[in-house]
């Protein structure tokens, strides 16, 4: 079935560190989309995908979209505390969205 | 605006016992979905209803069914809750399912911590 693998699990950066976290799909899914969880919260749309090698920035975060388009990552330079979160890539295939298992972003001051 | 509406926010179960999560918004959107969310394992999408008056499976429906009551409202049943389904549930809603609109950005609730005895 339909799976989008996510890594690493966790992650624990000093403050003004760089941060990546990877997603891989098993089939070519039609957009990718990134969502960010605060501790204790629910997950809130970061941006979206959709075509092939696109890439897109928001501030310090940088999205990339693979060639295939079965890839993705989220960078983050230079962290800070407020990056704290889980980040989850969530893939659309057949109108179903296949979240990632996340990634677990601690930031030390 | 509230947004996706979602209640009880906490519940505690034994096995056995029956339930429904309900789930409300009130942003005019068309999809709805039920997803749980387990330590490890992100979010798996238990049913969706892509528009009111139809409902599919996700990746993990057993032991639970769904209403999309109107265009509103979709709600989640366990009908004889299991310890397996001790989980946070989140609902989440979009105004439509379409690989190049930005219509299909996922709205979420604010969760509801469902535990099984």
């Known amino acids: 079935g339909q799976q989008v693998m996510q890594i690493p699990q966790y992650q624990h950066v000093q403050e003004g560190e760089d941060f990546t976290t990877y997603c891989n799909s098993s089939?070519?899914?039609?957009?990718i989309q990134w969502y960010k969880q605060r501790p204790g919260g629910h997950p809130v749309f970061l941006i979206q995908l959709v075509k092939s090698g696109e890439v897109k920035k928001q501030k310090r975060l940088t999205f990339q979209f693979g060639e295939a388009k079965k890839n993705s990552s989220l960078h983050i330079t230079a962290t800070q505390t407020t990056d704290v979160g889980t980040y989850f890539c969530a893939g659309l295939n057949f109108n179903k969205f296949y979240f990632g298992s996340g990634t677990k972003l601690n930031v030390k001051p | 605006n509230a947004g996706v509406t979602q209640t009880p926010k906490f519940q505690v179960l034994k096995t056995g016992q029956s339930m429904t999560l309900q789930c409300a918004q009130d942003?005019?959107?068309?999809?709805m979905y039920w997803y749980r969310q387990d330590p490890g394992m992100g979010l798996r999408l238990i049913y969706y209803?892509?528009?009111?008056?139809?409902?599919d499976k996700g990746e993990v429906p057993n032991g639970y069914n769904v209403s999309r009551l109107n265009k509103r409202e979709f709600s989640l049943r366990l009908e004889s809750a299991a310890p397996s389904q001790t989980s946070v549930y989140f609902c989440?809603?979009?105004?439509?399912?379409?690989?190049?609109?930005?219509?299909?950005?996922?709205?979420f609730g604010a969760g509801s911590r469902l535990t099984v005895l």
């Open positions: 989440a809603s979009s105004e439509m399912v379409r690989a190049e609109s930005g219509a299909n950005v996922l709205t």
């Open positions: 942003m005019n959107h068309n999809s």
């Open positions: 209803s892509a528009s009111e008056g139809t409902t």
């Open positions: 089939t070519t899914l039609s957009n």
